[in-house]
């Protein structure tokens, strides 16, 4: 069974996708912070990382870049909304989504998500990052 840790500090969001991944056969883990995922990675072994850009603490770039020193192997999914606030604010489009999602692939992310997303969107990543 695959392992997958979703890191993202908006509750809503951290659980939909658990929700949503628990039903590919995949265990996931969930946590808010990117130190909080880190520790979980040094607990059990993952196999996937689907992390946000904006966090609390150490940002996601920061978090891609600890994951490939430690954890080469692990795939890694990024994704942000721009650092806006509220499902509705969100801007896919903007200058700020599109800087951090490419400063998170320049730290390694195998692949890279700007939210909102669908969910066949995300599975279809997940696929290809895991046979890629």
């Known amino acids: 069974m695959r392992r997958i840790l979703v890191i993202d500090d908006e509750p809503f969001v951290l659980e939909a996708l658990k929700r949503v991944l628990a ?13 909080a995922g880190l520790a979980a990675m ?4 993952i196999d996937l990382v689907i992390v946000d850009v904006i966090l609390p603490g150490m940002d ?4 891609i ?15 942000s909304g721009g650092g806006k606030f509220g499902l509705d604010a969100y801007l ?14 320049a730290a390694g992310a195998d692949a890279i998500l700007a939210k909102p997303f669908e969910t066949s969107e995300l599975r279809s990543l997940i696929e290809q990052v895991q046979t890629a």
Request: aromatic share 4%; with cysteine.
């Open 60 to 63: 996601g770039v920061a978090a």
């Open 23 to 35: 039903t590919t056969a995949a265990a996931v883990i969930g946590t808010s912070t990117a130190e």
């Open 92 to 105: 896919p489009e903007a200058i700020s989504t599109n800087a951090y999602l490419a400063a998170c692939k």
């Open 65 to 79: 870049k600890t994951i490939r020193q430690h954890y080469p192997a692990v795939r890694i999914i990024a994704m």
């Open 42 to 45: 040094h607990e059990s072994p």
